[in-house]
């Protein structure tokens, strides 16, 4: 499994539109090949800063599947108003887990 984490760094007064955007655009993600689940979390240190975290079942999933796709322009042209830069995106697969009780 491999994480896609987004850094979105949202418009000042644009976070309620984002939310909403990312929230229309789940199904894009889940109807792509190989796509798991998706998530949104706001970066509590860094107001205006969020992460778009995606689980793929490969990178090629993500860097060639889904960026070739036509539900990639559509998430791009939803989210592209309410971002003032480009995302920054990494991705990672686990490499430990531990869990308490």
């Not at 190989?34 to 998530?39: L, S, T």
């Not at 990178?59 to 108003?81: M, Y």
């Amino acid at each position: 499994m491999i994480l896609e984490a987004a850094e979105l760094t949202v418009t000042p007064g644009r976070e309620a539109d984002l939310e909403a955007v990312v929230c229309e655009a789940v199904p894009l993600f889940l109807g792509s090949h190989g796509c798991q689940g998706v998530r949104l979390h706001r970066v509590m240190e860094t107001p205006g800063l969020y992460r778009l975290m995606v689980d793929w079942e490969t990178l090629e999933d993500h860097t060639v599947l889904f960026r070739g796709s036509d539900a990639f322009a559509q998430w791009r042209a939803l989210v592209s108003p309410h971002v003032a830069a480009p995302p920054s995106v990494t991705h990672s697969e686990e490499s430990l887990t531990s869990r308490g009780a």
